[in-house]
């Protein structure tokens, strides 16, 4: 239905719509987020997942307007609302996402409306409009300047617009007064202010739950994901490897004698270990794409390598090893030597639970301490058949 036949105030009733657009987009996204165990990340809609999601739903959001002007033949009603879609997308989306969301905007006018007087227009205000948006932001950007100025500005913009629809008299548009200017011009400032409000507001929400979640899955003290991470990642690649035969290895790391040096040393400086430790391991598993590294114990650690054989695994740990043995470490003015044990095993068809691939990786790990420490053991390949 248009704004004619609304029973509520037009402006009521607009802030309803637009408050609702936004708070579904979130649940949507949150689902999604929540689907793929990424709680503990910042939410980036202009990349991955959620870049395509976003397209997705503004896409079918802008298919809706076209759809619903085309039904009652009149597009100043619903003019408020497409600038609105308009400016959100490109203020927060990246500009393959927003240039895709307006052309599928067009490719549906030209569909409902053909080549028409009208369809010109919109083409010419439109993508006139989204240059105009594009250059203010890019502006705001480098002078560093806060998003409320360049919501002022826009503001502004839409007033003059609105007022120039009135001088004009497009017979497009009909004819609008200039007390339905100005009614329409404070419909789209106080809309635009609710819609700033509410995404301001739920972006700090998922930015707090965001941390919550990192907090709850991040050891303090090397940065590296914890042992409740580790569990659910595990669960999550165990399940992929029986739906889409995912290849997973891990690596299961302790660090060797390491209680001599809580007791030598003080706990501090076994901090200062660990820390350099977790960083080396952190270092070398952000070279392999998918791998994850996990502090699952005092001196223990678990690298998770999904698409990764055995061979590959061995190779990958050595160069971990050797980082750490052929590394000076500084506690209390004293040079120390630290060398870490490693057992890696791969996830077979055999493995009815995930629990027997973690205990083989385990084992290869206690044979590791068991030959003297400062040792990869690599569990035996199982044949292929079996």
């Excluded at 205000?125 to 002022?152: A, H, N, P």
Aim: glycine share 6%; no cysteine; aromatic share 14%.
């Amino acid at each position: 239905m248009t704004q004619h036949v609304w029973l509520l105030s037009p402006l009521f009733t607009g802030i309803f719509v637009t408050l609702g657009v936004v708070v579904f987009f979130q649940i949507l996204a949150r689902m999604l987020i929540s689907h793929s165990g990424s709680f503990a990340r910042p939410l980036n809609y202009l990349s991955g997942r959620l870049a395509t999601f976003s397209v997705i739903y503004f896409s079918v959001l802008a298919i809706y307007f076209e759809i619903v002007v085309a039904r009652y033949t009149h597009d100043l009603n619903f003019v408020d609302f497409r600038l609105l879609l308009l400016f959100y997308v490109t203020i927060y989306l990246n500009k393959r996402s927003s240039v895709t969301i307006i052309l599928v905007s067009s490719l549906m006018r030209i569909y409902l409306w053909g080549f028409s007087s009208g369809t010109l227009l919109f083409f010419l205000f439109t993508w006139g409009l989204y240059t105009l948006i594009l250059g203010l932001t890019s502006i705001s950007r480098k002078l560093e300047l806060r998003r409320i100025y360049l919501i002022g500005l826009l503001d502004v913009f839409v007033g003059g617009m609105w007022l120039l629809f009135a001088e004009l008299k497009l017979p497009y548009f009909g004819t609008i007064s200039t007390s339905k200017a100005l009614y329409n011009w404070f419909s789209f400032v106080v809309m635009n202010a609710v819609l700033e409000f509410g995404i301001t507001h739920l972006n700090a929400e998922d930015n707090y739950l965001t941390l919550l979640s990192q907090k709850a899955t991040t050891d303090p003290l090397t940065k590296l994901s914890n042992y409740l991470a580790f569990k659910e990642e595990f669960a999550s690649q165990y399940a992929k490897f029986y739906n889409l035969k995912t290849p997973l290895t891990m690596v299961a790391i302790d660090i060797d004698y390491f209680k001599r040096v809580n007791d030598d040393y003080g706990h501090l400086a076994g901090n200062v270990i660990l820390k350099a430790i977790a960083k080396i391991i952190l270092t070398e598993t952000a070279k392999v794409p998918e791998a994850k590294a996990y502090r699952v114990g005092g001196e223990e650690f678990n690298i998770l390598l999904p698409n990764m054989d055995l061979k590959q695994a061995g190779i990958f740990s050595h160069r971990i090893q050797d980082r750490v043995r052929y590394r000076i470490f500084t506690v209390n003015d004293e040079d120390l030597r630290i060398t870490l044990s490693m057992g890696v095993a791969q996830l077979q068809t055999s493995d009815i639970s995930a629990n027997l691939f973690y205990e083989r990786a385990d084992q290869m790990l206690y044979h590791s301490k068991g030959q003297g420490r400062n040792q990869i053991s690599l569990e035996p390949q199982q044949d292929k058949n079996s």
